[in-house]
């Protein structure tokens, strides 16, 4: 992001950092956390082979590929 | 005739095609010619599907397929995915993305003959409340040109509002599907979290975001309910019970002895006085009818709002992640000497709006260590809260009601530069995300202050849909709100 949009983001956040703050004016040391709103564990589907996307379905999006693989620019050290 | 068949409800319209009075593809095409004619002032579609819908629409007509809404033409918002349209959820990191793909709701609509027009606007991964956060323009509200359709599922909802089409798809992260309906005059319905599939919703908060029904009658809202809801095994979080009868319910009615909880915390400084008057004026219909009033306090809704500003862009920053350059979407910057970082970076700067950006800094820090237990450890618990309040009001009622938003539609504009008070319009529609039960909002008038449409929502327990449509369908048949949208000016 360039420095102007820094700035100008930086003051709105500080402003939505100080109003979602309010949740701490809440007592809730001995209350548990809720993450979902439906108590699910261990879902599970059976193990059985389903029809999925070909590679050339997958990469059909890609922004660029190459030998049927995603290609992408380099991860480590020096351009080859 | 073509003018005449774009004002049928979705229920009017799947009678006389079922019955040959008309064919699908002459219903297609006459909302096709209704989107060509007003969508340059509307601009409710982002992409038009005039062959798929048509191709559609003649398998209905072959008699391929049969139901309750085989050959009722439906905007589809542009955060769920469907093979053969793009998909770009608003955001430009996405433009020309063709996903391989479709939605569990997509298969199901298909297979029940709903013809799909095209793909609607919508803010940029649903984070707004007035469509103006898409990366490809704003929507406009058919009431008024001037002002928002509300959001982030305006698209869908102006649709409907501008009798582009009588039914669309929205989804319900805070308020996206409810809000719009009550500020375009529409009905919009978010049902049980998990109530209906989320496989092929383009994710921005998991553990709130719920796909429903968009229309002009609480019934139309009711059919689709029906079509799109039940058990899916591609979405784990999908519950496995079965649908609740909200079509028998919305036909019904019915609400003599329901006992309907006005809560108490959804009024005062910051309501449009014209609201409240048209609410309080729904609630004294109701107890006309036979239902019970009692007020109900909610004490920990007034703390909704924060906590969901700090789940809902925690869940965001980290569903984002994925928009890296690599696999789909935008590259920018990829010159072989640049890093995969570096391109990335690049690419999410310029890929991603001012509203997307502000949540992931938001959520990233609400997540980060030293500030966790503060904000976002402390948002779950108030989240606890928030579920036990429900739990409570349940107890003394069969469903809650509130006005939907504190105001009717505000001015484009208007709240664009203010993030806060942008977030202020789902202040009513929060607290069923966090607590996961259905809600929707049915249109109980016009504002005295201003002409514009009010909405009156209701709530009921996780599972138990089939309540609020009944008491919808009460409040809409009382009031003759469902011919509402005859009074919004012509386009």
């Not at chain 2, 349209?85 to 063709?98: F, Q, V, Y």
């Not at chain 2, 599922?153 to 089409?165: D, I, L, M």
Request: with cysteine.
């Amino acid at each position: 992001m360039t420095d102007d949009e820094l700035d100008h983001l930086a003051g709105q956040l500080s402003v939505i950092l100080g109003a979602v703050a309010r949740v701490q004016e809440v007592a809730a040391a001995d209350i548990a956390p809720t993450s979902h709103a439906v108590p699910l564990t261990n879902v599970f589907r059976t193990d059985t082979p389903q029809p999925c996307l070909t590679a050339e379905e997958s990469l059909a999006g890609a922004p660029a590929a190459e030998d049927g693989r995603f290609r992408v620019p380099q991860i480590l050290g020096d351009p080859q | 005739m073509s003018e005449e068949l774009v004002r049928l409800s979705a229920a009017d319209l799947a009678e006389r095609i079922a019955a040959r009075d008309v064919s699908a593809v002459e219903v297609a095409q006459a909302h096709l010619d209704r989107v060509a004619a007003v969508d340059d002032r509307v601009h409710a579609f982002l992409h038009v599907n005039s062959e798929g819908a048509l191709a559609q629409a003649r398998r209905v007509d072959a008699g391929e397929v049969t139901g309750p809404l085989a050959g009722v033409p439906l905007a589809l918002k542009d955060v769920i995915v469907a093979r053969g349209m793009p998909a770009t959820a608003g955001s430009r990191i996405l433009e020309g993305w063709h996903p391989p793909y479709d939605a569990t709701i997509v298969e199901r609509m298909h297979e029940a003959g709903i013809v799909v027009l095209g793909k609607t606007n919508m803010d940029e991964f649903a984070m707004g409340s007035s469509t103006e956060h898409s990366a490809y323009g704003p929507t406009h509200n058919p009431w008024d040109l001037s002002r928002t359709p509300g959001g982030s599922g305006g698209g869908s909802s102006a649709a409907v509002a501008s009798y582009e089409a009588p039914l669309g798809i929205g989804t319900d992260t805070g308020g996206s599907i409810r809000q719009p309906a009550a500020v375009t005059g529409t009905v919009g319905a978010k049902p049980t979290y998990g109530g209906v599939s989320r496989y092929g919703l383009i994710a921005f908060s998991s553990s709130l975001d719920q796909a429903g029904p968009c229309a002009r009658t609480v019934l139309d809202a009711a059919l689709l309910h029906a079509v799109i809801a039940g058990h899916d095994p591609r979405d784990s979080t999908s519950i496995d019970a079965p649908v609740p009868d909200v079509v028998s319910a919305a036909r019904s009615a019915e609400v003599s002895g329901v006992r309907i909880g006005v809560v108490s915390q959804f009024k005062g400084e910051g309501y449009q006085p014209g609201v409240l008057a048209r609410f309080d004026e729904a609630v004294a219909t109701l107890e006309k009818m036979g239902a019970e009033i009692v007020e109900v306090s909610c004490p920990h809704f007034d703390y909704a709002l924060p906590a969901y500003y700090l789940i809902a862009p925690s869940e965001a920053s980290s569903n984002l992640a994925r928009y890296d350059a690599m696999r789909y979407g935008l590259r920018v910057g990829d010159d072989d000497v640049r890093s995969a970082e570096e391109v990335m970076a690049l690419t999410r700067d310029a890929g991603f709006g001012d509203e997307v950006k502000r949540r992931i800094i938001l959520g990233t820090y609400a997540l980060s260590a030293g500030y966790y237990d503060a904000y976002y450890g402390q948002a779950q618990k108030v989240r606890t809260l928030i579920a036990r309040d429900f739990s409570d009001a349940f107890a003394k009622a069969d469903v809650l009601v509130s006005p939907t938003t504190p105001t009717t539609a505000f001015s484009l504009g208007e709240r664009l530069d203010d993030p806060l008070a942008m977030y202020l319009a789902d202040l009513c529609t929060i607290p069923s995300n966090l607590y996961g039960g259905p809600a929707m909002s049915v249109p109980c008038g016009l504002s005295s202050d201003d002409g514009l449409p009010v909405g009156f929502q209701v709530m009921a327990p996780v599972m138990a849909d089939e309540r609020m449509y009944r008491v919808a369908a009460a409040v809409e048949a009382a009031l003759g709100t469902d011919r509402l949208l005859e009074q919004a000016p012509a386009l």
